[in-house]
């Protein structure tokens, strides 16, 4: 499986203005996995961290009633927009992951949060909030672990993809934990990118990373066990 081969995917017409996270790798990979999945005019789907949009509107695009959720205003407007630019109707809120969507339940839900492990103990600030993920790069996976039966529906279906640096194992663990049935359903291997390159001698100090300068990329599916 190439990097090319993931992206390849009927145009979506897609704005990112600065400090939204631009659609990548992960992205095209997370939406390949959604295209799996069943989704009619009935579906609800929620997109926790929505950045661009651009998983919203490819669920939209597929039929589905989607809400998407994002702590940050501009990520919201994008989202808005690219919906609009693409002929889809997206429902957006504000608000702290699954906060913002209280007592709501879903279908489908995917997510592609910030992963990427960071040195220092302060909070990310501007652009980095839609990468910088705590020491552990676990600081909203962990959280999206908790959070998952609380917002599925007793048949919904979770999707999310993070970094073989994040501990995928213990990502499953945390879905088993929590009673759901997880399980990697995609993954594709590719070079570090800006972020991580920059941090090399931190990450190896660290020991996320020996020689290998190349990174995996998972999908985890999860669903009520």
């Given at each position: 499986m190439t990097v090319d081969s993931l992206t390849a995917a009927p145009r979506l017409r897609c704005w990112t203005p600065p400090g939204v996270y631009r659609p990548q790798t992960d992205t095209a990979l997370l939406t390949r996995a959604l295209r799996r999945e069943r989704i009619t005019s009935r579906t609800k789907v929620l997109d926790l961290g929505t950045g661009s949009g651009a998983l919203a509107v490819e669920a939209a695009?597929?039929?589905?009633?989607?809400?998407?959720v994002d702590i940050s205003w501009r990520a919201l407007a994008a989202a808005w927009c690219n919906a609009l630019?693409?002929?889809?109707?997206v429902r957006v809120r504000h608000g702290d992951l699954a906060s913002a969507?209280?007592?709501?339940?879903?279908d489908l839900v995917v997510t592609n949060p910030p992963y990427v492990p960071a040195p220092g103990g302060a909070p990310p600030r501007g652009r980095a909030r839609a990468w910088d993920a705590g020491t552990d790069g676990r600081l909203l996976i962990d959280r999206i672990c908790a959070v998952a039966p609380t917002v599925l529906r007793p048949a919904g279906t979770l999707l999310m993809v993070h970094s073989h640096l994040n501990g995928v194992e213990e990502t499953l663990a945390r879905f088993r934990a929590a009673g759901?049935?997880?399980e990697v359903v995609d993954r594709v291997r590719l070079p570090f990118g800006r972020v991580l390159r920059s941090r090399l001698t931190w990450l190896r100090e660290r020991g996320l990373v020996a020689d290998r300068t190349t990174e995996e990329l998972v999908v985890i599916r999860a669903e009520h066990a």
């Open positions: 695009r597929r039929g589905a009633r989607v809400t998407a630019l693409n002929g889809q109707t969507v209280a007592g709501c339940r879903f759901l049935h997880a």
